[in-house]
């Protein structure tokens, strides 16, 4: 099977605005779909990301504390998938719980590197 990264990007303004009581629910909206990719064999892990991290950029590895752009988006976690094909995994991507409000979420295919060596 092929893996892909499923980049969950949030408004950071709407999730500041959401009260805990959405906040709950959106958890437990993660933990049942979570369940539901886990049980069909495509879930191989999934996280939430703190929305500050360090950025090290250039030859000299110049250390910047994030977030790194002025932006009303944060990439708020992550899940790692696997499936034949793009097409089951964009199907999975759509009843993701990001979407309820307002997220987007990137698919990204892992490279396999087999497919380079000679």
């Known amino acids: 099977m092929k893996k892909f990264l499923l980049l969950l990007h949030e408004d950071i303004e709407k999730m500041n605005e959401l009260s805990p009581k959405e906040m709950g629910e959106l958890a437990n909206a993660h ?33 910047k504390d994030g977030p790194y752009l002025e932006s009303k988006e944060l990439i708020g976690g992550y899940y790692l998938l696997q499936a034949n094909d793009l097409d089951t995994i964009v199907q999975f991507a759509k009843e993701c719980p990001c979407h309820l409000w307002g997220g987007t979420t990137e698919i990204r295919a892992i490279m396999e590197m087999d497919q380079y060596e000679q």
Do not use: D, F, Q, R
């Open 31 to 63: 933990m049942a779909w979570a369940t539901k990719l886990a049980e069909s064999g495509h879930l191989i892990s999934g996280e939430g990301l703190h929305e500050k991290g360090v950025l090290i950029t250039g030859k000299e590895c110049v250390i």
